[in-house]
């Protein structure tokens, strides 16, 4: 379905972008993005969803608003003790009205994960889960120095496979800031076909500074099954 006015006009300079348009925008409204875990990058990865447009954002998190809940500007101290995953709902919906943002139900069937745990080993469980579902996914890892963001396409290298061991520095809010932006902008380039660069890749921010590398799949990693037949290592 062709796009709205409204649609137009909410996205009028995002659709100007190389690469975007009206099509590239109807397939981010109709993406189903699952973001989980309750890292420091997910509010910020929720926001970015949001105000591109994708089209459904459900939002994996059990657990309760606490002040030190690193949501920063997403969350108030009104919200403390709330569901955290119903109040970044209603941030989403903040964010863009025309989006629909609700807190995720067992069932419900997504295109697409942004995995925010709040450790690697958190996200590890959550990125296979996603491999096994043959669902593109991206994990957002928050330390101490920034970060780093991972894409993984259906069939590509893992998530295991692509990990670095992080410094062991105490991740920190403008980290997940920066970082959850980031990992929203590399799922929305896997949604669409803006950009002809290489999608399996890893972003590292390391005091601000992007270093991006081609992911490598490790030998005798579970990610070599049928599932990647037919992609490149
Ligand atoms: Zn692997």
């Not at 190389?18 to 509010?43: C, K, N, S, W, Y």
């Given at each position: 379905m062709a796009l709205s006015e409204a649609e137009v006009a909410r996205y009028a300079r995002q659709l100007l972008l190389p690469g975007m348009g009206e099509g590239a925008q109807e397939t981010l409204r109709g993406a189903r993005v699952r973001v989980t875990g309750g890292g420091l990058a997910t509010a910020p990865a929720v926001y970015y969803l949001a105000a591109a447009g994708v089209g459904t954002i459900w939002i994996d998190d059990p657990d309760l608003v606490t002040p030190d809940t690193g949501a920063g500007f997403a969350l108030g101290r009104a919200d403390a003790g709330r569901p955290r995953a119903a109040a970044l709902a209603e941030f989403a919906r903040s964010a863009n009205a025309l989006v629909t943002a609700e807190p995720f139900r067992p069932g419900m069937r997504a295109t697409a994960l942004l995995i925010c745990g709040a450790t690697p080993d958190v996200s590890r469980a959550i990125a296979d889960e996603a491999r096994l579902l043959q669902l593109p996914h991206v994990v957002a890892d928050v330390d101490g120095q920034g970060g780093a963001a991972t894409a993984v396409p259906v069939g590509a290298p893992c998530y295991a496979c692509a990990t670095r061991p992080g410094l062991g520095a105490p991740p920190t809010a403008e980290g997940g800031a920066a970082v959850g932006a980031l990992a929203a902008l590399e799922l929305l380039l896997l949604l669409t076909s803006v950009?002809?660069?290489?999608?399996?890749?890893?972003?590292?921010?390391?005091?601000?500074?992007?270093?991006?590398?081609?992911?490598?799949?490790?030998?005798?990693?579970?990610?070599?099954?049928?599932?990647?037949a037919g992609l490149a290592p």
């Amino acid at each position: 379905m062709a796009l709205s006015e409204a649609e137009v006009a909410r996205y009028a300079r995002q659709l100007l972008l190389p690469g975007m348009g009206e099509g590239a925008q109807e397939t981010l409204r109709g993406a189903r993005v699952r973001v989980t875990g309750g890292g420091l990058a997910t509010a910020p990865a929720v926001y970015y969803l949001a105000a591109a447009g994708v089209g459904t954002i459900w939002i994996d998190d059990p657990d309760l608003v606490t002040p030190d809940t690193g949501a920063g500007f997403a969350l108030g101290r009104a919200d403390a003790g709330r569901p955290r995953a119903a109040a970044l709902a209603e941030f989403a919906r903040s964010a863009n009205a025309l989006v629909t943002a609700e807190p995720f139900r067992p069932g419900m069937r997504a295109t697409a994960l942004l995995i925010c745990g709040a450790t690697p080993d958190v996200s590890r469980a959550i990125a296979d889960e996603a491999r096994l579902l043959q669902l593109p996914h991206v994990v957002a890892d928050v330390d101490g120095q920034g970060g780093a963001a991972t894409a993984v396409p259906v069939g590509a290298p893992c998530y295991a496979c692509a990990t670095r061991p992080g410094l062991g520095a105490p991740p920190t809010a403008e980290g997940g800031a920066a970082v959850g932006a980031l990992a929203a902008l590399e799922l929305l380039l896997l949604l669409t076909s803006v950009s002809q660069e290489p999608r399996a890749r890893r972003v590292e921010v390391f005091r601000g500074t992007p270093l991006v590398r081609a992911t490598e799949r490790q030998p005798g990693c579970a990610c070599m099954g049928p599932s990647a037949a037919g992609l490149a290592p």
